[in-house]
């Protein structure tokens, strides 16, 4: 089968809108694929950061996917910076990079404008993510359009590679992932909600105790009128808010918005629902004990090492820097 990667790099705080995108497909189909989950805390270095969070949300958010369903035992379970390969195939990738087109990728000319010091590590940040791919013979990388830019560089490196010193990578494509709802920030329905938000208070954060959750969603901007309908382009606020409901139940914002007559009905139904979602994610992740979360990090850790550990070799014989592995009579190397 083919292996799938996700990465979730420890900046802000993770909201409803990564557990309906990117964490819940995750848990519903690691029994049935070969999956790879790391924590890339290695990429918050690439902006201005405070490295007493760093740690603390690298933990948090390991803990946090455990609490809503990841398996280590069926999936490969890890933080990027536990195993030094990610960094050696990194600099050995970069052998194989060109300048210009690290300097293409959007997101760099996106950050870099906004920062007065830019940091190398943000514009070779891109190869650090074909690396992380690379690595584990990944074949698919879920991805929103904003890094699809990423994994197609990865693709283009490894096909080059291959072409210049034989056979060594699986090439990945990215593919979407499950059509998950764009939600909006509650307090700013124009804005997508937000790990990183300047405000807390639009952002459903899955650590937050349920009777903020309710709160939040009571205190969600609505649209002048008293119609509940679907309407994105015009009624922002509400259509965010059947989204959101939606997103819980599993049924459509259209069919929803023809259960309630008031904003008032709209609003309890969202908070229920939210909360039915995300407490028990909230509850288990209080149970977790931080030490048993080290102790299943560094089990992932050895078990990436494993794979990871022969690619690299691998690459440094295809690249001159390791004579070949001597083979056994009548063996045929794959």
Do not use: W
Not at 10 to 16: F, R, T
């Amino acid at each position: 089968m083919p292996r799938r990667l996700t990465g979730f790099t420890p900046s802000g705080d993770l909201h409803l809108g990564n557990h309906i995108g990117a964490i819940a497909p995750i848990i519903s189909g690691q029994a049935a694929a070969d999956t790879v989950v790391f924590i890339s805390d290695l990429h918050a270095l690439t902006l201005e950061h405070d490295p007493a969070q760093v740690r603390r949300r690298t933990l948090e958010f390991a803990t946090v996917l455990l609490a809503a369903g990841a398996d280590p035992d069926a999936c490969l379970f890890l933080v990027q910076s536990h195993v030094p390969e990610h960094t050696e195939l990194h600099y050995l990738l970069e052998c194989a990079t060109g300048f210009g087109e690290a300097q293409r990728m959007i997101q760099f000319k996106e950050k870099s404008r906004r920062q007065q010091h830019v940091r190398l590590s943000l514009l070779t940040y891109p190869v650090l993510m074909a690396a992380d791919i690379l690595l584990y013979d990944t074949a698919e990388v879920p991805v929103g359009e904003d890094q699809r830019q990423h994994v197609e560089l990865a693709r283009d490196v490894a096909q080059r590679f291959n072409a210049r010193y034989g056979q060594t990578f699986t090439l990945p494509q990215a593919v979407h992932p499950p059509v998950a709802a764009r939600l909006m920030d509650l307090a700013a329905p124009d804005t997508k909600m937000s790990k990183s938000a300047a405000s807390p208070a639009g952002t459903l954060r899955l650590l937050d105790e349920p009777d903020v959750l309710r709160r939040k969603v009571m205190r969600a901007v609505t649209d002048a009128g008293t119609d509940v309908t679907y309407d994105p382009g015009h009624r922002p606020g509400v259509s965010n808010l059947l989204t959101i409901l939606a997103s819980c139940t599993g049924g459509s914002p259209e069919q929803l918005a023809a259960r309630f007559t008031r904003y008032s009905e709209l609003k309890e139904a969202v908070a229920d629902a939210v909360v039915t979602t995300l407490a028990p994610v909230r509850e288990r992740y209080l149970e977790l004990d931080p030490d048993h979360v080290r102790l299943v990090l560094r089990t992932g850790a050895e078990r990436a090492r494993d794979l990871a550990g022969p690619k690299v070799r691998q690459v440094k014989e295809a690249i001159g820097l390791l004579p070949p592995v001597p083979q056994a009579a009548g063996q045929v190397r794959g």
